[in-house]
């Protein structure tokens, strides 16, 4: 027994075809032909983004890890040993203006592109929301089809089982009419 896409719109979502969003459109389209709804998301996006889009990326992952921060503290401990201990005259010397204008300038350009990347993470996580609703709707939608599909085969073993009690009952009522 199949149901049409405009029957299944209005026995699971209770509204005409032409009222649906595009999204559970989708997923009856996919119901009615069998198909996979399930993709990697994750790598559409990827391939969508352009280089100074995976470069962002690359700076926010660099820019959040402990190496970064273990090296900047490094670069920061030397910067000051050098200027204020092993230089008489250092080039930058103590209260390091030179450097508080290389780390405003790194604040500057690093908050933008940590920015950008968490923007990007967030519509990831949008997309891959939506992906998942869709999944899960088409595995509920299918789980519902088994069941009403189990409850027909129910019916049908109900409707033979009363069939083949009737027809025991006719013989053994034959027989007890033929003893009389």
Known sequence: MTISREG???????QSWQHLPERERRVL???????????????????GLTRGERLADRVAAFGGSWVFISFFFLLLGTWMILNSVVLATGWDPYPFI???????????VQ???ILMS???????DRERAAHD?????KAEIEIMQLHD???????????????????T????LSMSSGRS
């Not at 599909?149 to 027809?167: A, F, P």
């Open 111 to 113: 908050a933008p592109v």
């Open 29 to 47: 389209e996919a119901i009615g032909s069998r198909l996979h709804i399930s993709r990697p998301v994750h790598k559409e996006m990827a391939e």
């Open 149 to 167: 599909r189990l409850e027909q085969l129910r019916m049908q073993e109900i409707g033979r089982v009363v069939e083949l009690q009737q027809e």
């Open 8 to 14: 299944l719109a209005e026995k699971y979502f209770r």
């Open 118 to 124: 968490q923007n990007r993470a967030a519509v990831k």
């Open 169 to 172: 009952l006719r013989a053994v």
């Open 98 to 108: 030179l450097l508080n204008l290389v780390l405003s300038c790194l604040a500057a």
């Open 133 to 137: 609703y869709e999944v899960n709707l």
